[in-house]
């Protein structure tokens, strides 16, 4: 048989990721004629073994047209068809959102980076994005891919409510799989007690995957060829709706997608981790989760193709890719600062402090001991700039006036050991020894956040 076996090569458009070609080279197999598939979605290519009746390319743009995916027998202009961005629209959003943090961050309740002490929203923000990228098209794909078999199961009665059960249940199956779950990982990353070079490392590690995400979501084809996603064989016993017939099946097969990590997804689970915490975990993947289900019930309730409107869904991806790109960027930024290396926040809190440090500012040296004073709050410190003499006990008074989540921790890997807790309305005492050596030594917040420099100099 296998002597009969031809091969066709076809040109594809549409989503580019690797749980995305599992998904083709799953539905492809569904035509009797199909005998094996070898998609690349990065490449817009699929190669198909078939025997007897080669597949009508008419048919085949007809199944994947729910999909968003279209077939050709030549090879098409990539860059001629995606390249349709609306960039006033692009930079419009972007605009807005950017105005929309900055004002939250002048009054103290808005955080613009992503890491595992962000708040809520923002992993809700991050479950948006995820769900217009190639999260949505493996995860909502999935939905498409089960409809059919959904409705025979859910023919008897006409109420339209009745036949939304199915997509409910698995969207349901979602959020409290990734509530319950989360809040596993977190549980695993408090008991493992990650040190704080460690929780920078992984958050480095997260926010170079999200640098990642972000210029792919800019449709830059270099990174089009990189590819997070489990082991094929695990994902397609996910995928296998064959394994999922029973009525109530549809909330199993919701519940398993947490195990289907794209790399939002797996950004988030990362985040939850370093959280250390079951109730924070479970906050951050429910939040996200949520942020992901308004597209995925668009996409069941309708169950028609993915991105219908392309041009729009394709402008709102590089607004968004653009967002995520400076999340990554703001938290490097912020663990540089944690480890003590050179970073834009050096650079500026000495460009803006440097000529107003005289020797004549030194701190007051009270029963042997230089105090020094500040106020921490939610968007800094303040000041956030001093010199000390090199070798003489510094005691360092910190009035909390609103520093809270990651904030209410101070850090110097170079002055001293531990952190220096804060509380709201109260004021914090950490006496400490300066270096000999004169040189510019950093304080943050534990992750990076809020930063200043403490300047030692010789006696």
Request: one cysteine or more.
């Amino acid at each position: 048989m296998t002597q009969n076996l031809k091969e066709k090569i076809y040109y594809v458009k549409g989503m580019h990721c690797a749980s995305c070609e599992i998904l083709l080279e799953k539905e492809l197999l569904k035509f009797e004629d199909i005998k094996f598939v070898d998609a690349s979605t990065n490449e817009g290519i699929v190669k198909i073994g078939y025997m007897n009746k080669e597949p009508d390319i008419k048919e085949l743009n007809h199944f994947f047209k729910k999909y968003g995916y279209t077939f050709f027998e030549k090879p098409f202009d990539l860059k001629e068809e995606e390249d349709k961005t609306d960039w006033e629209f692009v930079f419009g959003f972007v605009i807005l959102i950017f105005s929309i943090i900055f004002f939250l961050k002048s009054l103290g309740i808005g955080s613009i980076n992503i890491n595992s002490t962000s708040s809520l929203p923002a992993f809700f923000f991050l479950g948006v994005v995820a769900s217009i990228s190639s999260c949505g098209a493996l995860v909502g794909g999935l939905m498409l891919s089960m409809s059919r078999q959904w409705n025979e199961i859910y023919f008897q009665k006409n109420s339209t409510a009745y036949k939304l059960e199915p997509y409910l249940l698995f969207n349901i199956g979602r959020i409290i799989s990734y509530a319950i779950l989360g809040g596993v990982v977190g549980f695993i990353g408090g008991r493992i007690q990650l040190s704080l070079g460690f929780s920078s490392f992984l958050t480095i590690l997260v926010s170079v995957l999200m640098m990642v995400l972000g210029l792919q979501m800019l449709n830059i084809k270099y990174f089009r060829n990189f590819k997070i996603a489990l082991p094929k064989f695990f994902t397609r016993f996910i995928a296998d709706e064959r394994k999922f017939k029973g009525k109530y099946m549809p909330f199993l097969m919701g519940a398993l997608t947490f195990f289907l990590p794209c790399g939002f997804t797996l950004t988030a689970q990362s985040l939850a981790l370093l959280s250390g915490d079951f109730l924070k975990a479970s906050l951050i993947m429910l939040s996200f989760v949520l942020g992901t289900t308004p597209g995925l019930l668009a996409i069941g309730f309708s169950s028609v193709k993915f991105l219908d409107k392309k041009h729009l869904a394709n402008s709102f991806s590089k607004a968004a890719g653009i967002l995520v790109l400076f999340f990554a960027l703001y938290n490097l930024n912020s663990q540089l600062n944690v480890l003590g290396l050179p970073n834009v926040s050096e650079f500026k809190n000495s460009l803006s402090n440097k000529e107003n440090i005289n020797q004549k500012d030194l701190p007051p040296i009270v029963d042997g001991k230089q105090v020094i004073k500040i106020k921490a709050l939610a968007s800094g410190y303040n000041p956030n700039y001093f010199k000390v003499r090199a070798g003489i006990p510094v005691k360092w008074e910190i009035e909390n006036i609103s520093a809270t989540g990651c904030t209410n921790e101070i850090i110097s890997r170079d002055l001293f050991e531990g952190s220096i807790p804060l509380e709201i309305n109260k004021t914090s005492v950490k006496e400490f020894v300066p270096p000999e050596k004169p040189g510019k030594y950093r304080f943050s917040c534990w992750m990076g956040m809020v930063s200043g420099i403490i300047e030692v100099v010789s006696n």
